[in-house]
């Protein structure tokens, strides 16, 4: 044998799926470059060479090799941007990153191994050591400084008006469609944002029961419960399209390594981050709750996987029974 | 009514917000080992006598309100509930596994820690009683959670220097991490 | 195989177990809860360094002339009534120096009567019997105890409040709340567990190398012995 293993080769390989949201994450920061300038752009080429300075170190420790052909990691660092203010410090978005690589990723092993979304580590360690940062966002069409601090008057989003009770006051359905709305630089863009969902469920990098299943279910709780006084169907408008949650249920809640290897699993993996997104957006200390319910979720990930073996053993089983019997008789 | 109520919610409130693993790090050694039959066995164990000494203390704090003891001396008055709870559990576990496990499941921090932290909110027998069941519940939970954890963790190529206790305690950081975007601020101690 | 560096090195390291080698919290995993959230700040851990000192030891002596005599069943509650007992002059003397910090620790004191640690050295019956041996070990394990708890509590007092001892320190412009809490304070005993493992492994590599140079140069110098006279070699003629 001259080959390594393996010898069952599938047309998919980790590069693949991550090139397909590469390609996918490029026309988000167009539109993020739209709306606030250069300074979008120069943000993501930030994060990923402190990714890239990050791969290296931890691969050199771990004595593992060092190769550019796999984007998992820049994935991550173009992930995390897109889920802050394009007004956050250079210092706060290194300190995502590194947390998100050095604490998040290598230490369970590096790529493949990591049991919880790197991206929403980031996030929540950054929503919790900056919170003033990281919660406070410049008006979109406003340039901002490419280098240097925001000087700018910074404004609260959709979500936190919803968190305090109150209806947001952010324009009409189409500006929030549109994401001409304050928010975090990559996760207002719905549109933008559903056409990557449908290209990457289309490529078959994303499964469609995760994020339909998601919004669903956070749909319908926004309906039943809404937060402030307002009919269940701009509940659910508002709801879905503030803060992350749409960006989230493309980017960060399939996640190949993290996320549930089954389809009923998946099913039942989104409806639970789902539910958990709502309290955690209803009774949490944030005012986006989704990362930490994201992380809360992929704990129970391995029980999912169960659940759906159990329950097709369960069917397969039933299903031999009565063709057995079928013959009998 | 009313007294369900505030036992129901205690209960939850003590095994989901303030679950003594994830957000105060109490009890956290036993998690790092034993086969799912001892976690059960440790987890209602610990329920029980959490459970049951929650009644004691109740009454002692009431009893010796009038008194102004410092933290360890009413730490001390807890304890004794404890023991005397143990004391007697020992005829009801005849099994000598259960038996061996008694005294580790009895006298631990978690135990002591959820009885001392039930005091200062709870005015009333069903608050008291729900946080003690409460604890005893979520901290069970917590338990087959980070087992769950382990399982997984085992079948990964992990770098040698975090095989074993590193690699769960950062395990449990994270989820502790996912838990404060709960809670949102530091609890009392 | 010729090991002497690493024979040495392993002999000086296991006199003092509980210190390096078996370290009851990065090795052991023994009283977490107090390195974990009650490590925040020097002086709280210096308060519950003190109250595991006292109520430790006493109680360790007490196990080791008491615990072959007392049946199974109440050796614990014993152990537990005593520390807890020897915790409440404690708990005097902090509250006279440290009132603040004793009071911000709220549960972490009064539970280090029933700490693993405590439970795991009283039960340890090599040593009942042994009074010395038991004081010795306790010592050691406490020191332990103690060094691992400074140095988090260095860390995350620098880095999360930027102070030590409370007081500010000017060239930390850059604080990291996370650390202050308590998944802030698992997250950095985890990097410092694997962090000494890491360093342990490459001493006793680096040991082990040293070992195998010196094997071989001594193999070569019994095969070629230096010849033993003038400049170029030759032997001096008598």
Redesign the interface.
């Known amino acids: 044998m001259t080959n390594a293993p393996p010898y069952i080769r599938q047309k998919d390989s980790c590069r693949t799926l991550t090139e397909d949201v590469l390609i996918v994450l490029f026309a988000v920061y167009f539109m993020a470059v739209y709306y606030y300038g250069a300074r979008a752009a120069v943000l993501g080429v930030f994060s990923a060479g402190v990714a890239f300075l990050c791969d290296i170190v931890c691969k050199l420790l771990l004595r593992q090799r060092i190769t550019l052909r796999e984007h998992s990691s820049l994935v991550t660092a173009l992930v995390i941007p897109l889920l802050l203010p394009a007004s956050i410090p250079y210092s706060i978005l290194a300190a995502a990153v590194v947390f998100a690589l050095v604490v998040m990723k290598y230490p369970f092993g590096g790529v493949g191994g990591n049991l919880f979304n790197p991206a929403a580590g980031g996030f929540a360690f950054a929503a919790i050591c900056f919170p003033r940062d990281v919660f406070a966002y410049p008006t979109p069409l406003e340039r901002l400084d490419i280098f240097g601090s925001y000087a700018g008057r910074s404004v609260t989003s959709a979500a936190y008006t919803l968190k305090a009770g109150g209806i947001p006051s952010v324009g009409d359905f189409v500006e929030m469609l549109l994401g001409n709305v304050p928010g975090p630089m990559g996760a207002t863009n719905i549109l933008v944002v559903c056409a990557c969902l449908l290209y990457l469920v289309i490529r078959g990098t994303v499964r469609w029961q995760g994020p339909v299943f998601f919004l669903a279910t956070c749909a319908g709780l926004a309906w039943l419960f809404p937060r402030a006084s307002m009919p269940g169907n701009e509940s659910v408008m508002y709801e879905l399209f503030s803060g992350i949650l749409i960006f989230g249920a493309v980017f960060m809640l399939m996640e190949p390594v993290t996320s549930p290897k089954r389809p009923t699993g998946t099913m039942l993996y989104a409806v639970l981050t789902g539910v958990m997104t709502m309290l955690f957006r209803r009774f949490g200390g944030f005012e986006e709750g989704f990362p930490f319910a994201l992380l809360l979720c992929n704990a129970f990930v391995p029980l999912f996987d169960l659940a759906d073996e159990l329950l097709h053993r369960k069917i397969r089983r039933a299903r031999l029974v009565s063709s057995e019997n079928e013959k009998a008789s | 009514m009313e007294a369900i109520f505030q036992f129901l919610f205690y209960a939850l409130t003590a095994a989901l917000l303030e679950n003594i693993f994830f957000t105060r790090a109490l009890g956290i050694r036993h998690a790092m080992f034993g086969s799912p039959r001892e976690i059960l066995s440790h987890g209602v164990i610990l329920t029980g006598i959490t459970f049951a000494s929650s009644f004691l203390c109740y009454g002692v704090r009431h009893l010796l309100a009038e008194q102004s003891l410092t933290p360890v001396l009413a730490a001390l008055c807890y304890l004794a509930c404890v023991t005397i709870v143990y004391l007697a559990f020992l005829p009801v576990c005849r099994r000598p596994d259960l038996r061996r496990m008694l005294p580790v499941s009895a006298f631990n921090c978690a135990v002591l820690g959820a009885l001392i932290l039930s005091s200062p909110g709870q005015d009333s027998l069903a608050a008291a009683a729900g946080f003690g069941l409460g604890s005893g519940v979520g901290y069970t939970l917590a338990l087959f959670l980070i087992k769950t954890g382990r399982q997984r963790l085992e079948l990964i190529t992990l770098p040698r220097a975090f095989k074993g206790m590193p690699i769960l305690l950062l395990y449990t950081g994270i989820v502790s991490l996912a838990i404060y975007g709960l809670i949102g601020h530091q609890l009392p101690t | 195989m010729f090991l002497l560096k690493t024979r040495k090195h392993h002999n000086r390291v296991r006199r003092l177990p509980g210190l390096i080698t078996e370290n009851p919290v990065?090795?052991l995993?023994?009283a977490?809860?107090f390195v974990?959230?009650a490590s925040y700040s020097l002086r709280a851990a210096l308060c519950v360094f003190t109250g595991m000192v006292v109520a430790t030891l006493p109680t360790v002596l007490l196990a080791s002339l008491t615990g072959s005599r007392l049946p199974a069943?109440i050796?614990?509650?014993v152990y537990?009534?005593c520390a807890?007992?020897l915790?409440?002059p404690a708990?005097?003397l902090l509250?006279a120096h440290f009132p603040v910090i004793l009071d911000?620790?709220?549960?972490?004191?009064?539970?280090l009567?029933?700490?693993?640690l405590l439970?795991h050295l009283c039960e340890k019956e090599e040593l009942w019997g042994h009074p010395l041996a038991a004081l010795r070990r306790t010592g050691l394990a406490l020191a332990g105890f103690g060094a691992v708890m400074g140095i988090v509590a260095c860390v995350r007092e620098l880095f999360g409040a930027g102070t030590l001892w409370g007081m500010p320190v000017s060239w930390i412009s850059?604080?990291?709340?996370?650390l202050?809490?308590?998944?802030?304070?698992?997250?950095v005993?985890?990097?410092l567990?694997?962090?000494c493992?890491?360093i342990g492994?490459l001493l006793r590599g680096a040991l082990y190398q040293s070992d195998q140079r010196l094997q071989r140069d001594m193999l070569r110098d019994a095969a070629h012995p230096p010849r033993p006279d003038g400049v170029d070699g030759t032997p001096i003629s008598k």
């Open positions: 990065l090795a995993g023994l977490l809860p974990i959230a069943f050796r614990t509650p537990a009534l807890m007992a915790l409440l708990e005097a509250t911000s620790l709220g549960v972490y004191f009064p539970v009567a029933v700490n693993t439970m850059w604080r990291i709340d996370a202050l809490f308590p998944f802030g304070g698992l997250i005993i985890a990097f567990a694997a962090g493992r890491a492994r």
